[in-house]
């Protein structure tokens, strides 16, 4: 039997904005609790959690204060334990969100190297050092943060003077942990037996390719700053750095020590696929997120070309290729594909201007029924089976986002793809809180009423209803062509703009062109993304066909 994790749909929990249990217009704990058989019902086989760890909340729990316990906003370890049984339960196994890169500022560790003071065994957890200048004033390099301004903060010492610096390659309230100290080393392992003993079944890791620095702290100089996207190739100073694939052979071992397949996942923003293959040898990660799908424009060239990368370099190192569309930091690809450009970048830049929903969602439906034909895992982010569009008329008065304190980040608010989830009813907060509660913590739009799990349920043509099905029949047949161990084959002649190929048994036809095109003969449709009528397959749709 195959590894579960080699072929699995995940499905991610953002958990802030799923399901409020205790009517505080925030998700949590109970609220996913109390969904858990919509998920089961939705044929997914894992949720990927994101984090739920105390935490100050400057960036939705991405600065975390102790990673023991949770954010009283989620629910206690209580809750916790009774999640993770359950959710085992109804068959989904569960994979928390580990945090490595930085703490909170207002984690005790942080804390106390700022009370200790220079040099002190305290400050070597993180990175602390002197200004540039003669009165030090200037910071240590000229590297940014991620989300706008310095990547580096000026401390003020007992005396009142100003003192060193610290980094952090994202918001100042998320101090970067220094991975060559012993002590963090060591804590982290401690804090992933800590949630394995409790049962969960593995972890995303938080920017896994940033976890080590230069230690020469050189400039970028002229070099590509990049935001995350954009990370460089060889020896950058803070991204994908060799040291850190040495960290992942500690953590694997840990993992190893346990029974049931326990797993990472690497969040891992690197520049193609040959560089991700590096964190998934046998002795480091089982598998990382693919970006480069997410990335892709709807074109069925770059779709194809980016596909047969990441399927080469990851079959040298025999680990799974994962496919992802959306997930909690990008725009909603049901809105990406609904304007005439339609790669990530483009939707940076047309952010905000008209989109055909309709078309975008068509694709959408299209684009998941094409990843679930290819080898490896997919991931469903949370809201996508609605065919949710991105939120980009937010008033800014309600963003939350850290990268929009900064005039010089010119980023997306990424709350539009935050906004809560419609559940059912005909006004917000659509099911998302129990009557009587405070207001969602990002408005819903009205025009949601129409994309309610509710509604959704009752109708057998929409976008839940296909996910529903879509799933099922890959379950089906996983083992006759769906799964991991099966190649994919190219089928020679696809007209242009057509991805064909083969998996075992099953044929997948996904039309990016123009016009619609005429299937195999021979074959029946086993389910399509939109009605086929005869053998045409229409515009803009994906089928998978099965010899008749
Ligand atoms: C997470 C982001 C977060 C950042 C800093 C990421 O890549 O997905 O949501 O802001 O790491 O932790």
């Known amino acids: 039997m195959s590894s579960w994790w080699r072929d699995a749909v995940i499905y991610q929990v953002y958990i802030r904005s799923f399901a409020d249990g205790n009517g505080d217009g925030v998700g949590d704990v109970a609220g996913l609790r109390s969904r858990l058989p919509y998920l089961a019902a939705l044929g997914v086989d894992a949720l990927w959690l994101n984090p739920w760890y105390a935490s100050p ?75 540039r200048g003669a009165d030090g004033s200037e910071p240590p390099t000229d590297w940014p943060s991620i989300f706008g301004g310095p990547a580096w903060t000026r401390t003020v010492d007992a005396d009142g003077k100003p003192g060193d610096w610290y980094l952090h390659l994202f918001a100042p309230e998320q101090p970067d942990l220094n991975w060559t100290n012993q002590q963090v080393r060591r804590e982290f392992e401690d804090i992933l037996r800590f949630w394995l003993d409790l049962g969960v079944d593995g972890f995303r890791i938080d920017v896994a390719h940033g976890l080590t620095k230069d230690p020469a702290f050189p400039d ?70 693919n970006f480069g799908l997410l990335s892709c424009p709807w074109e069925a060239s770059a779709l194809r070309t980016e596909i047969d990368a990441t399927l080469d370099v990851l079959a ?100 539009g ?43 057998p043509d929409s976008t839940l209803s296909r996910y529903r099905a879509l799933l099922r029949t890959r379950r089906d047949w996983l083992n006759r062509g769906l799964g991991a161990s099966t190649a994919l084959e190219w089928l020679p002649n696809a007209p242009d703009g057509v991805l064909a190929f083969r998996r075992g048994e099953v044929i997948c036809y996904a039309n990016l062109s123009a016009a619609p095109v005429e299937l195999p003969a021979g074959h029946r449709v086993l389910i399509a993304s939109e009605p086929v009528e005869g053998t045409v397959l229409p515009v803009d749709a994906a089928a998978w066909l099965v010899a008749e």
């Not at 196994?93 to 560790?109: E, F, G, K, M, Y």
């Open 57 to 131: 909340q400057v960036d939705a729990g991405y600065d975390v204060s102790d990673y023991r316990r949770l954010d009283p906003l989620f629910g206690d370890l209580d809750d916790a334990k009774a999640l993770i049984q359950e959710a085992h339960a109804h068959g989904l196994r569960l994979i928390l969100d580990i945090v490595p890169n930085h703490t909170s500022d207002q984690h005790a560790w942080f804390q106390s190297a700022l009370a200790a003071g220079p040099g002190s065994e305290a400050r070597a957890r993180y990175h602390f050092r002197p200004g």
């Open 220 to 289: 970028l100089a002229s070099r590509e700053a990049g935001g995350m996207l954009d990370a460089a190739t060889e020896d950058h100073p803070y991204f994908d750095r060799d040291e850190t694939l040495a960290i992942y052979e500690d953590w694997r071992r840990v993992a190893d020590s346990y029974e049931g397949e326990r797993v990472f996942v690497a969040e891992a923003w690197v520049a193609d696929a040959s560089r991700v293959a590096r964190y998934l040898t046998s002795t480091r990660l089982h598998t990382a997120f």
């Open 417 to 459: 793809c935050r906004v809560p989830l419609p559940w059912s009813g005909d006004a917000p907060p659509f099911g998302f809180s129990p009557d009587g509660a405070t207001a969602p913590w990002l408005p819903q739009p009205a025009e949601w009423k129409n994309r309610t799990a509710a509604a959704e349920e009752q109708e």
């Open 316 to 415: 040298a190192v025999g680990a799974p290729p994962t496919w992802v569309l959306s997930n909690h930091d990008v725009i909603r690809h049901a809105t990406r594909y609904g304007r005439a450009h339609t790669s990530l970048a483009d939707a940076r830049h047309l952010y905000g201007t008209p989109v055909d929903h309709a078309l975008g969602e068509r694709r959408a439906r299209a684009a998941v029924q094409l990843i679930n034909a290819l080898p490896g895992g997919t991931y469903v982010y949370q809201g996508e089976e609605l065919g949710l569009p991105e939120v980009e008329d937010l008033p800014p008065s309600v963003w939350q986002d850290p990268n929009r304190r900064y005039k010089d980040h010119d980023g997306p608010v990424r709350d």
